[in-house]
């Protein structure tokens, strides 16, 4: 059955109005009756009205207004359409808002032929002793722009390394996750960060490569100047509750967004600065390699230390932990273990999920929830897309 995005109990978006006939609606086959349900008692409800013998007609959300239970009404004389027990994907309505949210959020301020040029304020290191690759947190000044190049948490930034390519040509842009809230890490409104990962493998000849963006903002030196388009994108910006419940799924660099998200959540200089006083709970799954590979880890655990009824804090080491199968352990290994419990949480419409990074990861994410799902009597295939329309599954891999 298709779902709707709603899926509380305790308030009137997430009620649904099942319409049945035969036997479980009355005596006569013909009456039609009417029953108005929470979510979490859709499953219970068909296989009482099925196993009756009774027809499923419709799924429908209920209306704004809690309705009392109809009375039997007779059918109109024509006899009714051919009705299963699985209503039809066009029977259950979305509640999503009709406005499309986040509609404010700044786009393409700066585009490839009209760049902003920022400077390089700094460039580090994230890893620690005995990691693996190279991954650097580096910042630009974006003081002196006009207009002033202005982004909100989720989005991403577009650099253009100096340069040309194999073919004469300059190099295209290439787009980075924004690692900073909007106030920047110094907190003065005027910086960006990146979080980038030095790409590097050998092609078939078995010649090492590096990527040409990423090595060129992995070796930047301070003072230099890049040029800067966007900001881009709306498919991660979180939702403007304050009593939203964040789902972060995050590999590698795709730390960078939920780092935004978290800092924004939790940092007490942040909570100060942007009138947003986060209420909800927070969960973060993070997949890495090895230990040395946890981006931006002693700030997480700090917000561990400090928030413990807000933020929950699950990790996914591949090279040094095993799951329950005795493999690595990935993070779509995590998810399968909390499956039940991050089901319960999307069941509550102000839950939201945000997956980023490599994307070998949604296929064991995908599995893992359809698992949970079914177990409540819902098929996940057709439960996520409503999510995402509903704009509460939010997707950014690579």
């Not at 429908?60 to 207004?65: E, F, V």
């Not at 301020?109 to 040029?117: A, L």
């Not at 917000?303 to 990935?330: H, V």
Request: net charge positive; with cysteine.
């Amino acid at each position: 059955m298709r779902v709707s995005q709603a899926a509380s109990g305790h308030t009137t978006s997430g009620l649904f109005t099942v319409v049945a006939s035969g036997r479980q609606a009355g005596s006569r086959p013909t009456v039609v009756q009417s029953y108005t349900v929470p979510l979490r008692q859709l499953s219970t409800t068909f296989k009482q009205i099925t196993a009756s013998g009774a027809r499923i007609l419709s799924v429908t959300a209920a209306s704004q207004d809690l309705p009392a239970p109809a009375a039997p009404v007779a059918a109109p004389s024509a006899p009714p359409k051919k009705a299963t027990s699985k209503p039809s994907k066009k029977a259950v309505t979305s509640s999503a808002p009709k406005k499309k949210p986040h509609a404010n959020v700044p786009v393409n301020t700066y585009k490839p032929k009209t760049p902003f040029m920022g400077t390089v304020t700094e460039n580090y290191s994230l890893l620690t002793d005995g990691a693996i690759g190279r991954v650097q947190h580096i910042t630009f000044d974006l003081a002196g722009g006009e207009p002033q190049l202005e982004y909100v948490e989720g989005q991403s930034i577009g650099i253009i390394p100096e340069g040309n390519d194999a073919n004469g040509k300059p190099h295209k842009l290439r787009l980075y996750s924004i690692a900073s809230t909007r106030h920047g890490d110094s907190y003065n409104d005027s910086t960006v960060s990146l979080c980038v990962r030095q790409l590097e493998y050998k092609n078939e000849a078995g010649e090492q490569i590096y990527g040409v963006c990423s090595s060129y903002l992995c070796d930047i030196e301070p003072g230099t100047k890049v040029k800067i388009t966007g900001p881009v994108g709306k498919e991660m910006l979180l939702p403007e509750d304050e009593d939203a419940n964040i789902i972060m799924l995050a590999t590698g660099t795709g730390i960078a967004p939920m780092r935004t998200y978290l800092r924004r959540m939790f940092e007490s200089k942040e909570r100060k600065a942007n009138g947003w006083s986060f209420k909800g709970k927070a969960w973060l799954f993070m997949g890495a390699p090895k230990t040395a590979n946890l981006l931006y880890d002693d700030d997480f655990n700090n917000y561990l230390k400090e928030y413990p009824d807000n933020f929950r804090y699950t990790k996914a080491i591949s090279r040094e932990e095993q799951n329950s199968k005795g493999g690595r352990m990935y993070i779509q290994d995590r998810v399968s273990e909390h499956a039940d419990e991050i089901f319960a949480m999307i069941e509550n419409p102000k839950t939201h999920v945000y997956m980023c990074g490599l994307r070998g990861m949604e296929p064991g994410i995908d599995e893992a929830m359809s698992a949970a799902a079914a177990a409540k009597g819902l098929d996940w295939k057709e439960l996520r897309p409503q999510l995402k329309k509903a704009d509460r599954w939010h997707v950014e891999t690579y």
